[in-house]
Nanobody
Framework: QLVESGGGLVQAGGSLRLSCAASVIIFKVSRMGWSRHGSGQQRDLVASITNSGNTDYGDSVNGRFTISRDNAKNTVYLQMNSLKPEDTGAYYC???????????WGQGTQVTVSS
């Protein structure tokens, strides 16, 4: 119900944009977000956005990444600029149903930043 795309290999300082398409039923009632699972680390929140457009960012990406959502396309985006090697990891799209707290996850997309 969540399909991610846009990962890949990029040099440090470069940019990538991730996309996550959700089913309309989930998208309209969810806070959408992206989490990152780096090597040997837990899955950390990167950014999130509510259905009213309120955003939240992890400290390590604040000022470099921008999350947005297109309600007409049921899609959430993560624009990643000024990428660093430590941004490398598997990025997972997440939808949290705001009324129930239920979570849905995408299959993940790999982002690799070379130095």
């Amino acid at each position: 119900q969540l399909v991610e795309s846009g990962g890949g290999l990029v040099q440090a300082g470069g940019s990538l944009r991730l996309s996550c398409a959700a089913s309309v039923i989930i998208f309209k009632v969810s806070r959408m977000g992206w989490s990152r699972h780096g090597s040997g680390q837990q899955r950390d929140l990167v950014a999130s956005i509510t259905n009213s457009g309120n955003t939240d960012y992890g400290d390590s990406v604040n000022g470099r990444f921008t999350i947005s959502r297109d309600n007409a396309k049921n899609t959430v985006y993560l624009q990643m600029n000024s990428l660093k090697p430590e941004d490398t990891g598997a990025y997972y799209c997440n939808a949290r149903i705001m009324q129930t707290g239920s979570d849905f996850w995408g299959q993940g997309t790999q982002v690799t930043v070379s130095s």
